[in-house]
């Protein structure tokens, strides 16, 4: 990740005279899932759960490469049933995502890209619900997950990851980019040795990018 940054420092210093630099409004759905496991037995994945992303992209264009950073509001989660019963899990976040992107296409002004980058996410709340039937007993509960780092927390507030996404962007300045995150951090507030609960996502976005 370190070396990722680096590299983007570099070919921002490099090209910043002839740096192209745009803004963007940026907006779509993705869908999150929580890998979660244990010490002595994996708990396995919960389900992908639906959520949206809306938030600015800025991004400066360096001949064939291009760095894109953007900070975006985002909902996130997953969702299981069992035993008649359905989990779901919400969490809202701020995310602040960095690609170092190459143009695998460059036609008068139509570009094709891929990258790669970090990403960090800080969570400003979360909720569990539990809907359902259990033994003829009807279920509907839900309850607000405790976000932070001290003993009564059950949610770290600070996650990070890395990001590849690929995307396409006309010459009008409208874009469409699809990535994947993968997260690195247990976000679960207990020693590793308790289990680990990490987050995964898939994401489908739209902006116009206007150039500054």
Same mark, same amino acid.
């Given at each position: ?26 907006? /779509?759905?993705?869908?999150?899932? @929580?890998?979660?496991?244990? !010490?002595?037995? !994996? =708990? /396995? ?59 695998? =296409?460059?036609?008068? /002004? ?10 960090? !996410?800080?969570?400003? %709340? /979360? ?7 259990? @033994?003829?007993? %009807? ?10 780092? !001290? ?5 770290? %507030? ?46 489908? %976005? ?7």
């Amino acid at each position: 990740m370190k070396k990722i940054l680096l590299f983007a420092a570099v070919l921002f210093t490099a090209g910043q005279a002839s740096a192209q630099i745009s803004i963007a409004p940026e907006a /779509g759905i993705q869908m999150t899932d @929580l890998r979660m496991s244990s !010490s002595d037995s !994996s =708990l /396995g994945d919960f389900g992908y759960k639906t959520g949206f992303r809306a938030g600015v992209n800025f991004a400066a264009e360096l001949n064939d490469f291009s760095i894109h950073a953007g900070a975006f509001y985002t909902t996130k989660g997953a969702k299981s049933e069992s035993f008649g019963v359905k989990l779901t899990i919400n969490m809202t976040y701020i995310d602040i995502p960095v690609y170092v992107n190459y143009n695998i =296409l460059n036609k008068s /002004g139509n570009k094709l890209f891929v990258g790669v980058g970090p990403y960090l !996410s800080y969570c400003m %709340s /979360g909720k569990i619900k539990a809907k359902g039937s259990f @033994l003829g007993q %009807s279920i509907d509960q839900s309850e607000d997950l405790n976000i932070g780092s !001290s003993a009564t927390d059950q949610i770290r %507030s600070l996650d990070f990851g890395g990001n590849a996404n690929i995307g396409f962007i006309s010459a009008m300045g409208l874009y469409a980019r699809a990535s994947y995150s993968l997260g690195f951090a247990n976000i679960a507030n207990n020693d590793a040795s308790e289990g680990t609960i990490k987050t995964t996502g898939f994401a489908l %976005s739209v902006g116009y990018q206007v150039k500054l």
